[in-house]
């Protein structure tokens, strides 16, 4: 079974959004989302991809919508992204939205999160994590951020039946 990785940046309020973007904008953080993903296949919701406005370069894009969209593989469930990502030997990424997370949170086996630093207010929200489920397998410490990577301690199967 492929091991799924979930991205994602957020406050420790667990804001991820304002008004459809990033309620921050830190180059370094960007920097490290590109260089993890580039040459992976990258999965997000309808809204996160009309957000960011194009496809990702260099990166196998999955869009989760029901309505076709130009430049990118569409797929009505996470279940048809997983299986589209299950007959690839690249990593499967999910990169958001927030109704994404939700859906693939009991499901990934890796979460890369980048903790940032400060306060901001926001409209969108990473879901709850029950960090009991979770090993913090390495960290990296950056002027505006921290990236965490968290290995689930326990191997999640597909429970998206």
Request: with cysteine; net charge negative.
């Amino acid at each position: 079974m492929k091991e799924l990785y979930l991205i994602a940046a957020m406050t420790k309020d667990r804001v991820i959004g304002s008004d459809g973007k990033m309620p921050w904008h830190i180059p370094q953080d960007l920097k490290m989302f590109r260089k993890i993903t580039t040459g992976n296949i990258v999965v997000m919701g309808r809204k996160t991809y009309e957000s960011i406005g194009k496809p990702l370069p260099e990166r196998e894009n999955i869009v989760l919508s029901h309505t076709p969209v130009e430049g990118v593989t569409v797929c009505g469930s996470i279940l048809e992204a997983v299986r589209i990502g299950e007959l690839s030997d690249k990593k499967l990424f999910f990169i958001g939205g927030a109704e994404v997370y939700g859906q693939v949170i009991n499901i990934v086996s890796h979460m890369l999160i980048s903790w940032i630093n400060g306060s901001h207010k926001g409209d969108s929200y990473f879901p709850e994590i029950d960090f009991s489920e979770w090993h913090e397998a390495d960290k990296a410490y950056y002027d505006d951020f921290t990236m965490v990577h968290y290995t689930r301690r326990q191997s999640s199967s597909y429970s998206l039946i």
